[in-house]
């Protein structure tokens, strides 16, 4: 299956945060990380005043389970030291499920596409750099949906994805 994570950091060492991320990421069984978007840093949307975030999205090749997959996420957030203190406040990582092939998944734990994606030029900034004209399960094609107004800076060196 193909699948797209949205990763970001903004707590100590960004850009270090989120190639650890994918490095880890792409060392879990059943993940193989294909390609990354460019590092773009963003304001915070939401949440308490924080500092900005570096964000990315990976598109990856799985065969786990959507929720495996959700596991193996929140394994990577784990050893990169993610606590859950402030809702949508500052976290050294975050990993968020945007699309898995075009599965609509919606129960206790686990939502997918993600639901806040298209109100986020943190997500589809990069994704569109992955996938020029995305289309949601629904039908919904995210070229169609107005960018949110939010600020969005591309300064930083491209990850490189482990051979
Ligand atoms: P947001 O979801 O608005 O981006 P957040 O990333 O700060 O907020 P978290 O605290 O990281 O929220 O996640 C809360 C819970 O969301 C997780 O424990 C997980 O079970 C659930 N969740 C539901 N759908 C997804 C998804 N598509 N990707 C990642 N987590 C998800
Ligand atoms: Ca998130
Ligand atoms: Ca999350």
Do not use: K, Y
């Amino acid at each position: 299956m193909q699948a797209f994570l949205g990763l970001g950091s903004n707590m100590g060492s960004r850009l270090e945060a989120l190639q650890r991320a994918l490095d880890l990421l792409s060392t879990e069984a059943g993940i193989r990380v294909q390609r990354c978007s460019r590092v773009w840093e963003t304001d915070p949307v939401g949440g308490p005043e924080q500092d900005d975030f570096l964000n990315v999205v990976l598109e990856i090749d799985t065969d786990l389970t959507p929720h495996d997959l959700l596991a193996a996420c929140n394994r990577v957030e784990a050893q990169l030291g993610r606590t859950r203190d402030v809702h949508w406040g500052p976290r050294t990582i975050d990993i968020d499920i945007l699309l898995i092939d075009d599965l609509t998944i919606a129960d206790g734990s686990l939502t997918v596409p993600h639901p806040r994606m298209h109100e986020r030029a943190f997500v589809l900034l990069p994704l569109l750099e992955l996938l020029p004209d995305p289309v949601l399960p629904d039908g919904t094609r995210l070229m169609d949906v107005r960018l949110p107004d939010q600020p969005a800076r591309l300064a930083f060196p491209p990850l490189s994805i482990p051979a």
